[in-house]
């Protein structure tokens, strides 16, 4: 049975310019043992459509407005409350970006990995504390024992983030959901994370959701790829695909954004603009506004997501072939 | 934390003096001289220098200011004119009424305002939010005094079920129900202003905390709502909380003026309004440092208790 099924999601918040909508008819799946990346700008909707797994979206404003959620066919979406309490850190776990202010400054870190364990898997205190240290030892803590009393500001953000990795692992979760685990790091620190996450998940046959802007992450580690841009998938492959063919103009141009060191390229590209807001977005494709090879058609309609090559779909009339590149 | 201690007690002494130099100075700047103000103005010129050089007051004013210190560090702080009492014995047969006043008013406030402050912030923006916030600015705008005489009228004087005043019931002997009985309405009263301004700085220091990173951590462990808020949130909204508790100690003894006049509360609050009208300077200047070293000492208790809650600083 599939691990993650998203069906049709969308999540909306409700502003003072009335509703917009953040993620927008997003679906996708993710298998047991699997590395799904969801790439994409600040703003595409790609942490929002993390918080929608979690079901933590921010409250006040902040709703799912429709779609699916299936994580082994039972819907997350229209499960009570109180079944979500028992499903999140537990069989779902999450990983956030910001290391430095995820954790409680005023309990100490084998307290915060305890809890888990005395909540969840109903541990005596003293069981919880072994549990624990054997936790930080696995996430690479040589001396787990005494940082079992220390406490968040004692630690280096990379320590942190392993602290924050080791509470997610403490259940076995099923899905474990990364959110730019490695954007606030330092290069040195960002293999070593990257290295823990690659372990643990064929250690815990997990499914991991990456949470990226960073495609040298998501070659690093993922085995599929959604693109995202304005709250929409614009591109979905396998890895090795999307890295060899991008077939929307988006997804090309984060490849050519990426610096590269073997080639003879003087200036870096970047794409011009930002992605819209969303409450202003174009009536066209999304894209459009700052898409090199947008036409007529493409600021009129919207295009769908459609299969373009085996296991590969993009949200584009260039991909689907209904328009064709301009001479330039 | 010892050296710290050290120091900062070291530190004390010369703020304390400070105080004493200005409070001291001020006093004497005033018009209105006990001499000329409390004798008896019959009496014949060479008598009354008699009187003043007895009470030291045709010293000069460093000299006076000296002579009282010297006796202030051995613990005595002189003779009130108007009574004739020792002042420490004054104050201390007082102290206990002003500090069970202050102290459970505090209680009060603390325990209604502070649950109040976190429920306000959790649902921000919902009518509890509203009706809360909006008793809080009641609570701060309406006069002690005010209060105080519409609670006697409906509660004493209408209803029949607590005193109009006092301490104790005349004549009565003393038992802890009559103590309690004359408590309620002052209480009330006192707590009134308190509770508000605590509600809205609990409410403002757990709304900061609620939108913090850990807070979200906590939620996706699964916990409750209520255990996100009580456990990881309440420790960190609290350290804030903690300077106003040290802020309000010089007050547990400073007492409540109005409040002890309106309910005849035998505390400091009457003693050293009278004391300033009368220009009793012994009397004054012991409740001042009084107030001063309580505050000084409230501000050292805030800090190590910031070091007992928030692990971050150390001494």
């Given amino acids: 049975m599939t691990l993650l ?12 310019r009335g509703v917009v909508r953040v993620v927008d008819d997003v679906s996708f799946s993710v298998e047991r043992g699997e590395t799904l990346a969801i790439v994409g700008e600040s703003g595409s909707g790609k942490s929002m459509t993390s918080l929608s797994i979690m079901g933590l979206v921010p409250q006040p404003g902040g709703r799912i407005a429709s779609g699916q959620i299936l994580l082994e066919g039972s819907d997350l979406v229209s ?31 084998g307290d915060q990995i305890a809890e888990v364990l005395i909540y969840h898997k109903h541990l005596s205190r003293s069981a919880a504390r072994l549990e624990s240290i054997e936790l930080l030892k696995r996430v690479g803590f040589a001396r787990a024992e005494s940082l079992y009393d220390e406490y968040p ?29 490695t954007t606030a790091l330092d290069v040195t620190v960002q293999a070593q994370i990257l290295d823990l996450l690659r372990r643990l998940s064929a250690d815990y046959d997990s499914g991991i959701l990456l949470i ?3 495609l040298g992450v998501v070659a690093e580690l ?19 695909d999307l890295f060899d063919y991008p077939q929307h103009p988006y997804t090309q141009g984060l490849m050519a954004s990426v610096p590269r060191l073997d080639g003879d390229v003087k200036r870096l590209t970047s794409i011009a603009g930002n992605v819209p807001s969303p409450d202003a977005l174009p009536r066209g494709c999304r894209f459009s506004t700052r898409c090199p090879h947008a036409q007529a058609l493409c600021v009129e309609q919207a295009p769908e997501l ?13 991909a689907e072939g209904r328009i064709f590149k301009e001479a330039s | 934390m010892v050296s710290y201690l050290i120091r900062r007690s070291l530190s004390m002494i010369p703020i304390l003096i400070g105080i004493s130099v200005i409070s001291f100075s001020i006093m004497y700047l005033a018009p209105g001289k006990p001499a000329v103000m409390n004798l008896d103005p019959t009496i014949s010129a060479e008598a009354r220098s008699r009187q003043l050089s007895a009470l030291g007051l045709d010293d000069p004013a460093p000299i006076q200011y000296i002579k009282w ?9 002189g003779v009130s004119y108007i009574r004739k009492r020792p002042v420490s014995k004054m104050i201390t047969e007082r102290l206990p009424a002003t500090l069970l006043l202050m102290g459970s008013s505090l209680f009060l406030a603390s325990i209604i305002a502070i649950p109040m402050g976190i429920l306000s912030a959790h649902k921000q923006y919902t009518p509890l939010d509203y009706g809360i916030t909006t008793g809080s600015f009641l609570g701060i705008a309406v006069p002690d005094f005010w209060l105080g005489l519409m609670l006697i009228m409906l509660f004493s004087v209408n209803l029949g079920w607590t005193p109009v005043g006092g301490i104790a019931t005349l004549g009565g002997d003393f038992s802890v129900l009559d103590r309690l009985h004359h408590l309620i309405l002052p209480t009330i009263v006192l707590a009134t202003g308190s509770m508000a301004a605590l509600t809205r700085y609990t409410r403002s220091s757990m709304l900061e905390v609620l939108h913090q990173d850990y807070i979200r951590t906590a939620r996706a462990k699964g916990f409750r709502e209520s255990k996100v808020v009580m456990k990881h949130g309440f420790r960190n909204g609290l350290i804030p909380v903690i300077t106003l508790f040290g802020l309000l100690l010089p007050t547990l003894v400073g007492g409540s003026v109005i409040v002890e ?8 609050g009457l003693l050293f309004i009278d004391a300033t009208f009368q220009r009793d300077y012994p009397v004054i200047m012991a409740l001042v440092m009084l107030g001063a070293v309580l505050t000084v000492i409230g501000n050292l208790v805030a800090d190590l208790l910031y070091a007992m809650v928030d692990p971050r600083i150390e001494y």
């Fill in chain 1, 5 to 16: 099924d998203v069906k049709n999601l969308c999540t909306e918040f409700k502003s003072k």
């Fill in chain 2, 261 to 268: 006049k309106l309910f005849s509360w035998p505390g400091l």
């Fill in chain 2, 69 to 77: 210190l010297g006796a202030a560090l051995k613990g005595d702080f």
């Fill in chain 1, 153 to 181: 500001h004692q630690l280096s953000g990379g320590m942190r983030q392993r602290v924050m990795i080791a509470i997610a692992l403490s259940c076995n979760p099923k899905l474990l959901i990364a959110d730019e685990p």
């Fill in chain 1, 212 to 214: 990226t802007h960073d």
């Fill in chain 1, 306 to 318: 459609k299969p373009v090559r085996s296991g590969q779909s993009a949200r584009c009339f260039l």
């Fill in chain 1, 79 to 109: 499960a009570p409350k109180e079944a979500l309490y028992q499903i999140r850190g537990a069989d779902i776990a999450m990983v956030f970006q910001e290391p430095m202010t995820s954790l409680n400054p005023v309990l100490t870190i």
């Fill in chain 1, 222 to 240: 993922a085995d599929q790829v959604v693109v995202m841009y304005a709250g929409q998938i614009v591109e979905q492959a396998a890895v090795a």
